[in-house]
């Protein structure tokens, strides 16, 4: 069987004498292992250089993402010296053959790791290093034209326009190329923008611009890839402008108003804010929605649209200090001015409260059962709980009163009877246990 083919490729070339295409192909042979070689020792050496180098513009580690970075650069080191040792020599067939199989096979799968790499779907780069291999590998039978002509004659004409599987297949394989360029494109942007001595809505809206960005001109690139003139969709441009403003104006609303929130600063990362029941600082600040974190651990996704039409109560807006009101009741008989000197250091001994502006207390009203006063003092983190804070007054406030004898009343009635039973006597007397006897 080896014989018979051979034979056949000796038919390809008749001019060349046997043993030549052997030593040849024995050399290619040699050299496709060295290549290998070199690559490995590369990937051994340089690929921790270049994963560290990764993880440090992407901002995380990954134990994955490193073994790709290793396998990618023993590959494309392969093609790259196999593609050198086809070019610098003419050589015969079955040199071709060895040099063209392991180009297909590196460059394969050298782009199934780079789609996987950037978290796109694992059948995605399976298909795509497929197609580069066939792409590739076609060239040992006669060239990629034959291919192509068979998936072009699949299809039908629209006005001066050929849609065929062939232009399928190119639009599909450009737009996956270009999605995963500008993905690593967008990754090394959002760590630079996020490194810089920018504030935090300033980062966010360069990020959301550089993608926005990057995006526009992949989509345009493609396009002139494709050779799709921009003036063919004027046509098309007001009908489906409505569409997309009709069918997508929330979410189109959304991304306006997001950037619209960073531009302003009205809304910042780490700001602190009220949205109707929600309640927390702002975790993220997304193109649809504002991601607001409670002290519950739960998580409110917001429209950015609502943060524009609804009121918002933002705490740390223009200072970070907040006021944080406490009510106390003490009972009439209580030494009001001495009362009034233990809830104000009940305020000293707890850390949080700012030392300016002072705590202060007022007393407020003469209620039914106590004097009413209001603790009011300031603190500058409010993102590290209200709740919390509030039991540590009071609960400060309770110990002073408790070593100092003061009185916390609760509510009491006093009952008056205005006639009893005409008949009979009724004793009042106070509950007792009932005797199991």
Same mark, same amino acid.
Not at 70 to 83: A, I, V
Not at 100 to 105: E, M, N, P, R
Not at 124 to 143: C, D, K, P, Q
Not at 389 to 403: E, H, P, S, T
């Given at each position: 069987?080896?014989?018979?083919?051979?034979?056949?490729?000796?038919?390809?070339?008749?001019?060349?004498?046997?043993?030549?295409?052997?030593?040849?192909?024995?050399?290619?042979?040699?050299?496709?292992?060295?290549?290998?070689?070199?690559?490995?020792?590369?990937?051994?050496?340089?690929?921790?250089?270049?994963?560290?180098?990764?993880?440090?513009?992407?901002?995380?580690?990954?134990?994955?993402?490193?073994?790709?970075i290793?396998?990618?650069?023993?590959?494309?080191?392969?093609?790259?010296?196999?593609?050198t040792?086809?070019?610098?020599?003419?050589?015969?067939?079955?040199?071709?053959?060895?040099f063209? &199989?392991?180009?297909?096979?590196t460059?394969?799968?050298?782009?199934?790791?780079?789609?996987?790499?950037?978290?796109?779907?694992?059948?995605?780069?399976?298909?795509?290093?497929?197609?580069?291999?066939?792409?590739?590998?076609?060239?040992?039978?006669?060239?990629i034209?034959?291919?192509s002509d068979?998936?072009?004659?699949?299809?039908?004409?629209?006005?001066?326009?050929?849609?065929?599987?062939?232009?399928?297949?190119?639009?599909?394989?450009?737009?996956?190329?270009?999605?995963?360029?500008?993905?690593?494109?967008?990754?090394?942007?959002?760590?630079?923008?996020?490194?810089s001595?920018?504030?935090?809505?300033?980062?966010?809206l360069?990020?959301?611009?550089?993608?926005?960005?990057?995006?526009?001109?992949?989509?345009?690139?493609?396009?002139?890839?494709?050779?799709?003139?921009?003036?063919? &969709?004027?046509?098309?441009?007001?009908?489906?402008?409505?569409?997309?403003?009709?069918?997508?104006?929330?979410?189109?609303?959304?991304?306006?108003?997001?950037?619209?929130?960073?531009?302003?600063?009205?809304?910042?990362?780490?700001?602190?804010?009220?949205?109707?029941?929600?309640?927390?600082?702002?975790?993220?600040?997304?193109?649809?929605?504002?991601?607001? &974190?409670?002290?519950?651990?739960?998580?409110?996704?917001?429209?950015?649209?609502?943060?524009?039409?609804?009121?918002?109560?933002?705490?740390?807006?223009?200072?970070?200090?907040?006021?944080?009101?406490?009510?106390?009741?003490?009972?009439?008989?209580?030494?009001?001015?001495?009362?009034?000197?233990?809830?104000?250091?009940?305020?000293?001994?707890?850390?949080?409260?700012l030392?300016?502006?002072?705590?202060?207390?007022?007393?407020?009203?003469?209620?039914?059962?106590?004097?009413?006063?209001?603790?009011?003092?300031?603190?500058?983190?409010?993102?590290?709980?209200?709740?919390?804070?509030?039991?540590?007054?009071?609960?400060?406030?309770?110990? &002073?009163?408790?070593?100092?004898?003061?009185?916390?009343?609760?509510?009491?009635?006093?009952?008056?009877i205005?006639?009893?039973?005409?008949?009979?006597?009724?004793?009042?007397?106070?509950?007792?246990?009932?005797?199991?006897?």
């Open positions: 069987m080896i014989d018979n083919v051979l034979r056949y490729i000796e038919t390809l070339t008749p001019d060349t004498p046997r043993n030549v295409q052997y030593i040849e192909g024995a050399i290619a042979a040699g050299l496709v292992a060295l290549a290998l070689t070199v690559g490995w020792y590369l990937s051994k050496y340089i690929g921790p250089k270049l994963r560290h180098l990764w993880e440090a513009r992407a901002g995380y580690e990954s134990e994955l993402a490193g073994r790709r290793r396998d990618m650069t023993r590959r494309f080191t392969t093609f790259l010296l196999c593609g040792f086809l070019a610098i020599y003419d050589w015969n067939l079955i040199a071709q053959v060895v063209a &199989l392991t180009i297909a096979i460059v394969g799968l050298f782009a199934n790791d780079l789609i996987r790499g950037v978290r796109m779907p694992d059948w995605l780069g399976t298909l795509i290093g497929l197609a580069l291999f066939i792409s590739i590998g076609s060239g040992l039978v006669g060239g034209e034959p291919i068979a998936m072009d004659r699949v299809g039908f004409s629209f006005g001066d326009r050929r849609i065929s599987l062939l232009w399928i297949v190119t639009v599909a394989m450009t737009a996956v190329i270009l999605l995963a360029i500008a993905r690593v494109l967008m990754r090394l942007v959002t760590y630079v923008i996020g490194n001595e920018l504030d935090a809505a300033q980062k966010v360069g990020q959301k611009l550089a993608t926005v960005a990057i995006l526009a001109g992949a989509f345009v690139l493609g396009l002139d890839v494709l050779g799709i003139d921009l003036t063919a &969709l004027a046509v098309f441009s007001g009908a489906f402008g409505l569409a997309i403003g009709f069918g997508m104006q929330k979410t189109i609303g959304n991304l306006i108003a997001g950037i619209i929130l960073l531009m302003d600063r009205s809304i910042k990362p780490g700001d602190v804010i009220a949205v109707g029941d929600s309640f927390g600082w702002v975790n993220k600040i997304g193109i649809r929605a504002v991601s607001v &974190l409670t002290r519950e651990g739960k998580e409110h996704l917001i429209p950015n649209e609502d943060l524009m039409t609804r009121e918002v109560e933002n705490w740390s807006y223009s200072n970070p200090n907040v006021r944080i009101s406490i009510p106390v009741g003490v009972s009439y008989n209580t030494d009001m001015d001495q009362a009034i000197d233990l809830m104000k250091q009940a305020c000293v001994d707890v850390p949080r409260v030392s300016h502006p002072k705590p202060v207390v007022w007393m407020l009203e003469f209620g039914d059962n106590s004097v009413n006063f209001e603790i009011r003092c300031w603190i500058k983190d409010p993102q590290s709980g209200v709740g919390n804070f509030k039991a540590a007054i009071l609960k400060r406030v309770w110990d &002073l009163f408790k070593k100092h004898e003061i009185e916390i009343p609760f509510p009491q009635r006093d009952v008056h205005r006639s009893l039973p005409s008949k009979g006597r009724v004793v009042l007397e106070p509950d007792t246990e009932a005797n199991p006897d």
